[in-house]
């Protein structure tokens, strides 16, 4: 049996903190490898990443969520007991009620809602005097069109605490320490709040019943039964939290086309002809997003039962890591990989193993996110505001992206002046 090399550091916990994103592929690197073997957090792991490594760790059946993730991220993220850390049956059967609510209706239903909530924000911003905050502000109005959305409208007040609340969720997860901390005792209260729109669902509100939380409410289990109220509130979270999430792509789009002008002209509305090439110029556009800039490092799993890969076997247990942004970045799937292009997804679509932003492999039978059509829309959707909609400055500022930073995002948080609605 092959043994793929080993770090000759003790643990390399440090070196993931330091690193973030790049940890895996500078070991990789170093190495010669895209497989190796290391201790983190005092835990024998196996590092892999690459086209091969994504189609090998999103075989379905392979691997388990469960053990696979931090606590201190799984309880920000997915949380326990909710349709990642599930398996076999269970998973396809939850899986199915997201599919569900993420049809293509619903979805688009979405879109709507971040379009008009999208446009009042930016009419507000016409009367600022000082520079704006676009990761903030995105993160309120995706908050606010995410809850109108699942049958949980919030204004006021309380959209600002629910904005505050998933925000720090996402912005803790990556995190050991205050941001993490912040997350955990922010998280609590949301849950509640999910828990109690769940109860008010089942004692008879008005809740429309093709609305996410109609359906979190009424979902049974493969055995007939409901799903107790504490899951059922994860669940409206693992709904709600990812669109509030999108804004970090979206950001990251509109860092692209300030750096990249000369892309815009291939973004904006044309003639009637010409929709159908601008939505393709689109759609390229936020793929090269998802797969050029950092969203999450890696994804875990614990081996369910024994296989071999590459003349090793491995065991039941095993921890493996999968370098989501070293696989999205790998020189022996794109050409030129450092370099935002694009036109690399002219033609459709990309292999399942290669692009990898939000998970691979097949979408009902695996893990992959069902949220990748939403990401897909919201960003195309944001990229024609962004382009048709409004004309802004960008002020001078750090706009530098420091990977070790788990979730990367712009120094600055990416800060927009002068902004008119033109459309």
């Known amino acids: 049996m092959s043994a793929f090399p080993r770090v000759s550091a003790p643990d390399s916990s440090l070196g993931l903190l330091s690193e973030g994103y790049e940890f895996i592929s500078n070991r990789c690197r170093r190495l010669g490898t895209d497989a190796f073997r290391c201790r983190l957090m005092l835990a024998p792991a196996i590092c892999v990443r690459g086209r091969e490594a994504a189609e090998m760790f999103y075989t379905p059946g392979r691997f388990t969520r469960q053990g696979a993730v931090p606590a201190t991220a799984l309880t920000l993220l997915q949380d326990r007991?909710?349709?990642?850390?599930?398996?076999?049956?269970?998973?396809?059967?939850?899986?199915?009620?997201?599919?569900?609510?993420?049809?293509?209706?619903?979805?688009?239903?979405?879109?709507?809602?971040?379009?008009?909530?999208?446009?009042?924000?930016?009419?507000?911003?016409?009367?600022?005097?000082?520079?704006?905050?676009?990761?903030?502000?995105?993160?309120?109005?995706?908050?606010?069109?995410?809850?109108?959305?699942?049958?949980?409208?919030?204004?006021?007040?309380?959209?600002?605490?629910?904005?505050?609340?998933?925000?720090?969720?996402?912005?803790?997860?990556?995190?050991?320490?205050?941001?993490?901390?912040?997350?955990?005792?922010?998280?609590?209260?949301?849950?509640?709040?999910?828990?109690?729109?769940?109860?008010?669902?089942?004692?008879?509100?008005?809740?429309?019943?093709?609305?996410?939380?109609?359906?979190?409410?009424?979902?049974?289990?493969?055995?007939?039964e409901r799903l107790d109220e504490a899951v059922a509130a994860v669940e409206l979270l693992n709904l709600t939290r990812p669109v509030v999430a999108v804004a970090r792509f979206m950001v990251f789009a509109a860092l692209a086309l300030h750096e990249r002008p000369d892309r815009r002209a291939a973004l904006t509305d044309g003639a009637a002809e010409e929709s159908h090439a601008v939505d393709g110029a689109r759609q390229a556009f936020a793929q090269e997003v998802r797969r050029y800039y950092p969203f999450f490092p890696a994804v875990g799993g614990k081996v369910r039962e024994p296989f071999e890969w590459r003349g090793r076997r491995f065991e039941r247990d095993e921890w493996v890591l999968l370098d989501l942004y070293g696989t999205n970045h790998d020189a022996d799937a794109w050409d030129e990989p450092e370099r935002f292009r694009p036109e690399r997804f002219a033609h459709g679509g990309a292999c399942p193993h290669a692009l990898v932003p939000q998970g691979g492999g097949p979408l009902r039978e695996g893990h992959r996110c069902p949220g990748e059509d939403a990401t897909l829309a919201l960003l195309r959707s944001f990229l024609g505001l962004l382009v048709d909609a409004v004309r802004y400055e960008v002020p001078p500022q750090d706009l530098s992206v420091d990977l070790s930073r788990i979730p990367a995002e712009p120094a600055s948080r990416f800060r927009i002046a002068d902004v008119r609605l033109i459309g």
């Open 81 to 224: 007991r909710s349709v990642q850390t599930l398996d076999g049956a269970a998973h396809h059967h939850r899986k199915e009620l997201f599919l569900e609510c993420l049809s293509a209706e619903s979805v688009g239903n979405l879109v709507g809602r971040f379009e008009r909530e999208f446009r009042a924000a930016a009419d507000g911003w016409q009367d600022e005097e000082g520079p704006v905050e676009l990761l903030g502000e995105l993160e309120a109005i995706l908050t606010r069109a995410a809850c109108d959305w699942i049958g949980a409208p919030v204004t006021g007040e309380e959209a600002e605490d629910r904005t505050r609340e998933f925000a720090a969720m996402i912005d803790g997860a990556g995190a050991i320490g205050p941001r993490n901390w912040r997350g955990q005792r922010l998280r609590r209260r949301t849950e509640q709040w999910a828990a109690d729109r769940v109860r008010a669902a089942r004692s008879g509100a008005a809740v429309a019943a093709d609305t996410p939380l109609g359906r979190l409410a009424a979902y049974e289990d493969a055995s007939g």
